[in-house]
């Protein structure tokens, strides 16, 4: 089977849906296929004007690598269903998958979506560019046409079926896996709030900074907040806060957190904090249960589903209630441990072979879809 991915979210940097693809990518060239006898060819799609993807960076997969710019490329893609990719690589498939939920065009090959979550349904004004422009318009009819859709987690499986109106049966849950980090072995001394994801609108941070300036408005040596990642549209508002007082000199920027220093800077936590609005999953809840550190997170979207019984849950709504979450945990060293031993347990149940295993399971269902069409 020679199966295509578009690996472009992961060309720059790897947030959410660019983690997804790296790791998944990973896992398929490490595990085995399907069947006894089965072979794969894995092939990773880039297209961009002036980055180019190395093939090193996932040795076992070959590299599609057009230069194309990005932006007319979507645009020919969603609005006129061309260039297919066939002809962009001269070569042809089984199986393209998309990692968002608008089609890669495709002559022959059965083709997938990757949905991750709804939000840009209900909040346009969350979003921007093309996912602004073409998300909310296209995504439904571009899911029932897809032989088959990816979500990844069972709550977005089940808004994809409610929302977009894609049986159940035509629904694969792949989702993440846990990093293969070991877990930190002591809790560090000066461990601090962390924040770390894309300082975007869906994610909430206002209520984060609310939550906290009550935290530290009666103690004086209480832990610093860490807002790690990359700034983005309406984030300056939430950085010029954080510099004037109440919370001046108490909370820290690092921005875009490479890969390689993620382990570093989630251990160093002494609670992690997800407020956001809608997570389709939430990779950095996995990422710090992997490592035995508590979780306080919202009590939307897929959160609850990934955190269970491990976290804290709150509204997102109430920055009293994140306050006094935040509270139970840096004063309660019992409660941290429990949450750090429920937490591991949780993460154990996730790894990106199961991922890659249900992956391959998807494109086989989306195969026997398309051969069904062909026949009707």
Same mark, same amino acid.
């Given at each position: 089977?020679?199966?295509?991915?578009?690996?472009?979210?992961?060309?720059?940097?790897?947030?959410?849906?660019?983690?997804?693809?790296?790791?998944?990518?990973?896992?398929?060239?490490?595990?085995?296929p399907h069947?006894?006898?089965?072979?794969?060819?894995?092939?990773?799609?880039?297209?961009?004007?002036?980055?180019?993807?190395?093939?090193?960076?996932?040795?076992?997969?070959?590299?599609?690598?057009?230069?194309?710019?990005?932006?007319?490329?979507?645009?020919?893609?969603?609005?006129?269903?061309?260039?297919?990719?066939?002809?962009?690589?001269?070569?042809?498939?089984?199986?393209?998958?998309?990692?968002?939920?608008?089609?890669?065009?495709?002559?022959?090959?059965?083709?997938?979506?990757?949905?991750?979550?709804?939000?840009?349904?209900?909040?346009?004004?969350?979003?921007?560019?093309?996912?602004?422009?073409?998300?909310?318009?296209?995504?439904?009819?571009?899911?029932?046409?897809?032989?088959?859709?990816?979500?990844?987690?069972?709550f977005?499986?089940?808004?994809?079926?409610?929302?977009?109106?894609?049986?159940?049966?035509r629904?694969?849950?792949?989702?993440?896996g846990?990093?293969?980090?070991?877990?930190?072995?002591?809790?560090?001394a =000066?461990?601090?709030?962390?924040f770390?994801?894309?300082?975007?609108?869906?994610?909430?941070? =206002?209520?984060?900074?609310?939550?906290?300036?009550?935290?530290t408005?009666?103690?004086?040596?209480g832990?610093?907040?860490?807002?790690?990642?990359?700034?983005?549209?309406g984030?300056?508002?939430?950085?010029?806060?954080a510099?004037?007082?109440?919370?001046?000199?108490?909370?820290?920027?690092?921005?875009?957190?490479?890969?390689?220093?993620?382990?570093?800077?989630?251990?160093?936590?002494?609670?992690?904090?997800?407020?956001?609005?809608?997570?389709?999953f939430?990779?950095?809840?996995?990422?710090?249960?992997?490592?035995?550190?508590?979780?306080?997170?919202?009590?939307?979207?897929?959160?609850?589903?990934?955190?269970?019984?491990?976290?804290?849950?709150?509204?997102?709504?109430?920055?009293?209630?994140?306050?006094?979450?935040?509270?139970?945990?840096?004063?309660?060293?019992?409660?941290?441990?429990?949450?750090?031993?429920?937490?591991?347990?949780?993460?154990?149940?996730?790894?990106?072979?199961?991922t890659?295993?249900?992956?391959?399971?998807?494109?086989?269902?989306a195969?026997?879809?398309?051969?069904?069409?062909?026949?009707?």
């Amino acid at each position: 089977m020679r199966t295509l991915v578009d690996y472009r979210p992961a060309l720059r940097t790897r947030t959410g849906v660019g983690e997804y693809v790296h790791e998944l990518a990973r896992a398929l060239v490490r595990t085995p296929p399907h069947a006894k006898g089965d072979t794969e060819s894995l092939f990773l799609f880039s297209s961009s004007w002036t980055d180019r993807l190395d093939p090193a960076v996932i040795p076992g997969a070959a590299v599609i690598d057009c230069r194309w710019p990005v932006r007319p490329l979507n645009y020919a893609w969603h609005r006129w269903g061309w260039p297919p990719v066939e002809a962009l690589a001269g070569s042809p498939f089984d199986v393209v998958q998309s990692l968002h939920p608008l089609l890669m065009p495709a002559r022959h090959a059965a083709r997938l979506v990757t949905i991750h979550d709804l939000d840009f349904l209900d909040h346009p004004e969350r979003t921007s560019a093309e996912i602004r422009r073409d998300y909310p318009a296209l995504a439904p009819a571009h899911a029932r046409m897809a032989d088959r859709v990816i979500a990844v987690s069972r709550f977005t499986a089940g808004e994809v079926e409610r929302r977009l109106g894609v049986p159940a049966d035509r629904i694969s849950v792949c989702s993440p896996g846990a990093p293969d980090w070991a877990p930190r072995e002591s809790e560090p001394a =000066g461990g601090y709030v962390l924040f770390l994801g894309s300082l975007e609108p869906r994610k909430n941070v =206002g209520v984060l900074l609310d939550a906290y300036a009550q935290l530290t408005a009666g103690r004086a040596d209480g832990p610093r907040l860490v807002l790690a990642g990359q700034p983005g549209e309406g984030s300056a508002a939430w950085l010029d806060r954080a510099r004037t007082a109440p919370l001046a000199g108490r909370v820290d920027f690092p921005g875009y957190v490479a890969p390689s220093d993620r382990r570093a800077l989630v251990a160093g936590a002494l609670v992690l904090v997800m407020p956001s609005f809608m997570e389709g999953f939430g990779i950095p809840a996995l990422e710090a249960m992997t490592l035995g550190v508590p979780v306080i997170a919202s009590n939307r979207g897929a959160l609850p589903e990934v955190v269970g019984d491990a976290g804290l849950l709150f509204d997102p709504l109430d920055p009293a209630a994140l306050a006094a979450a935040l509270t139970r945990v840096i004063d309660d060293a019992h409660l941290r441990r429990r949450m750090a031993e429920r937490g591991r347990a949780r993460a154990a149940a996730y790894s990106w072979d199961m991922t890659a295993a249900r992956t391959r399971e998807a494109w086989q269902l989306a195969i026997a879809a398309k051969q069904a069409n062909r026949r009707g």
